[in-house]
């Protein structure tokens, strides 16, 4: 175990995680806590302690030369102020995670969108490694989304750079998109938006075969859905399928206008593996211009480990970029 060190902390709606890389890029510690309500100044206690907790695992003469963080929402990366946060992490909008970490800490703080964070990691560390344009993906609870260039990250000038969550879809979801608007393709194809077309769909064919409403309010969650297709339940096989086929047609307008080399798919959903990989492959390769039919679409490597050591590797690269 050597040095120099530094620690990604993952910042999410239910759980806040930090991790100690070392110099070779491996994680040799783990932490984490459960996200307090309460706000930004809140979270951000509870990430101290978890950073500190992990600096004190160093070995004497060695020392720990950055933070990274992953913070969900719109991030301004210079600054390291959330600009505007959804509903997962309530009064999380306006908190200064860089100024407050940097101040309590001591240490230089790189803060990004939680995605980039983890998009920076693979194309460094992970399926994106050797490749030079990259689209990176992920579905889970929301949709997101980011784009890389011989290891760096495009940032554009408003902070919304592969924020893919609000393309148009031909398709209408069971719910609203975090945004507040309507078809939308994280209002298809995340893992909530499946859940609710399942519930949707069996309320409406039970309707339909018995002539008695089911429960609208019937909630089940996205693992059931996955079961259930692969017990050969039409219904949820036609859900996964179709926000599968959704997102892939939506991926490949995007990478026929964008022409990268690689689409790095991970996140939450893709955990349910061929049911919902290969429909979104056969879309995509269906609908992308020709001389892009043989641009890959790989599953990201880096697995949960991924947020914590693409921010460990932002705070590292972080010095030398600005
Ligand atoms: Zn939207």
């Known amino acids: 175990m050597a040095g120099p060190y530094s620690i990604g902390v993952d910042i999410g709606g239910t759980k806040i995680a930090a991790g100690l890389m070392d110099g070779a890029g491996q994680l040799q510690h783990r932490s984490h806590a459960a996200t307090p309500s309460g706000g930004g100044a809140a979270v951000l206690s509870v990430a101290i302690a978890l950073i500190e907790e992990l600096r004190s695992k160093v070995d004497d003469g060695d020392v720990v030369v950055a933070i990274g963080v992953g913070a969900p ?17 309530p009064g999380w909008a306006g908190t200064a995670v860089r100024a407050d970490l940097e101040s309590a800490t001591g240490l230089p703080v790189a803060v990004d969108n939680d995605v980039r964070a ?20 992920s579905v889970g609870t929301g949709i997101g989304g980011a784009l890389t260039r011989d290891g760096r990250l495009e940032r554009g000038n408003h902070g919304t750079t592969g924020e893919i969550a609000h393309l148009l879809v031909p398709a ?8 507040g608007r309507s078809d939308h393709v994280e209002a298809i194809a995340s893992g909530p938006a499946i859940a609710a077309s399942y519930a949707a769909r069996v309320a409406t064919s039970s309707e339909g075969v018995a002539g008695i409403a089911a429960a609208p309010s019937e909630s089940i969650a996205l ?22 086929t959704m997102l892939g047609r939506a991926l490949a307008g995007l990478v026929s206008a964008l022409d990268v080399d690689a689409v790095i798919v991970g996140g939450g959903v893709l955990g349910i ?23 890959p679409v790989l599953t990201a490597q880096l697995g949960v480990d991924a947020p914590l050591i693409g921010a460990a590797m932002l705070s590292i690269h972080q010095g030398a970029d600005q």
């Open 223 to 244: 693992p059931e859905v996955v079961a259930r297709a692969i017990a050969g339940d039409s219904d949820a096989q036609f859900v996964l399928q179709y926000a599968a």
């Open 73 to 89: 929402g719109v991030v301004d990366p210079v600054t390291g102020v959330v600009l505007s946060a959804t509903q997962v992490l």
């Open 273 to 295: 593996g061929a049911q919902f990989s290969t429909p979104l492959s056969d879309a995509f390769r269906a609908e992308v211009l020709p001389p892009l039919r043989d641009v």
């Open 172 to 179: 209408v979801g069971a719910i609203t998109c975090g945004c």
């Open 118 to 137: 983890m998009a920076f990691g693979e194309a460094n560390a992970g399926a994106g490694k050797g490749l030079s344009r990259l689209l990176q993906v």
